[in-house]
């Protein structure tokens, strides 16, 4: 089996389908209201055809736990709500300053290939970080994009120290995805301290502030357009007046 970094990247639809819905959510939005959306808009894809979606929020602070999350590894379980994601990983924290990007596609209309999906995803967020001047990196045996920080000491065994940047985090349902991915821009670092992120304790996390890059989320959001389209394909902004399916969001 070819290692991710060996997978075609690509993930075009086939000829004919319509361009990627693109919505941008201002303000913070609680976590049930987007477990809800997902689920709602998800099923709209696969029994009325509804149009593909990239959907981008910003969550008060709080953690997620997936399918293979480990009690011990939340660490501090009243600093912040705890909810149960049921996509992959493990824990994750999701607060201001970090994009929630959630993928809504239809893997039929491209490649019934999950690991491929993946690859994909991560090959997304490493050209959305080149924007920046970031070399962002997959591991083969570690889901998620890392930078490497030569300007701290060694890991014990010599290599070089890294942090994480980005997560990835998705469930499949019918061939339809949904969660997706997590950018660190500048969410407070400390509050990944309730939790072992991603189950992964010998590494920490970064943003894009936190390594000396002062970019906004409107700056992030125009970087995460332009690579998807590289990686995906075209989008566009009008999804509700082609959408009838399209869920409101409860206020």
Same mark, same amino acid.
């Given at each position: 089996?070819?290692?991710?970094?060996?997978?075609?990247?690509?993930?075009?639809?086939?000829?004919?389908?319509?361009?990627?819905?693109?919505?941008?959510?201002?303000?913070?939005?609680?976590?049930?209201?987007?477990?809800?959306?997902?689920?709602?808009?998800? %099923?709209?894809?696969?029994?009325?055809?509804?149009?593909?979606?990239?959907?981008?929020? %910003?969550?008060?602070?709080?953690?997620?736990?997936?399918?293979?999350?480990?009690?011990?590894?939340?660490? !501090?379980?009243?600093?912040?709500?705890?909810?149960?994601?049921?996509?992959?990983?493990?824990?994750?924290?999701?607060?201001?300053?970090?994009?929630?990007?959630? +993928?809504?596609?239809?893997?039929?209309?491209?490649?019934?290939?999950?690991?491929?999906?993946?690859?994909?995803?991560?090959?997304?967020?490493?050209?959305?970080?080149?924007?920046?001047?970031?070399?962002? %990196?997959?591991?083969?045996?570690?889901?998620?994009?890392?930078?490497?920080?030569?300007?701290?000491?060694?890991?014990?065994?010599?290599?070089?120290?890294?942090?994480?940047?980005?997560?990835?985090?998705?469930?499949?349902?019918?061939?339809?995805?949904?969660?997706?991915?997590?950018?660190?821009?500048?969410?407070?670092?400390?509050?990944?301290?309730?939790?072992?992120?991603?189950?992964?304790?010998?590494?920490? +996390? $970064?943003?894009?502030?936190?390594?000396?890059?002062?970019?906004?989320?409107?700056?992030? !959001?125009?970087?995460?357009?332009?690579?998807?389209?590289?990686?995906?394909?075209?989008? $566009?902004?009008?999804? %509700?007046?082609?959408?009838?399916?399209?869920?409101?969001?409860?206020?």
């Amino acid at each position: 089996m070819p290692e991710r970094s060996q997978i075609a990247t690509s993930f075009f639809p086939r000829a004919g389908s319509a361009p990627v819905g693109w919505r941008v959510e201002p303000g913070l939005l609680d976590y049930p209201q987007a477990l809800a959306f997902m689920e709602t808009y998800a %099923e709209s894809i696969r029994s009325a055809g509804a149009r593909e979606m990239i959907w981008l929020v %910003e969550h008060p602070p709080l953690y997620t736990s997936g399918t293979s999350a480990r009690p011990e590894d939340l660490i !501090d379980p009243e600093r912040f709500p705890v909810y149960a994601a049921g996509r992959g990983g493990e824990y994750t924290y999701h607060g201001p300053g970090q994009r929630v990007a959630y +993928v809504m596609l239809d893997l039929k209309r491209r490649r019934e290939d999950v690991r491929a999906f993946v690859a994909a995803l991560e090959e997304w967020i490493i050209r959305t970080l080149d924007a920046f001047n970031v070399r962002g %990196e997959r591991r083969e045996d570690r889901v998620g994009v890392w930078v490497q920080r030569p300007e701290r000491p060694p890991m014990p065994d010599g290599s070089m120290a890294e942090d994480k940047i980005a997560a990835i985090g998705i469930r499949m349902r019918k061939w339809v995805s949904f969660h997706g991915i997590a950018i660190n821009v500048e969410p407070d670092l400390t509050h990944f301290g309730g939790i072992v992120p991603c189950g992964v304790q010998k590494h920490g +996390v $970064t943003s894009l502030v936190d390594l000396g890059l002062p970019v906004s989320m409107a700056d992030l !959001d125009i970087a995460l357009k332009s690579a998807f389209e590289e990686v995906f394909g075209p989008v $566009t902004t009008q999804i %509700e007046s082609d959408s009838p399916a399209m869920p409101e969001i409860a206020s």
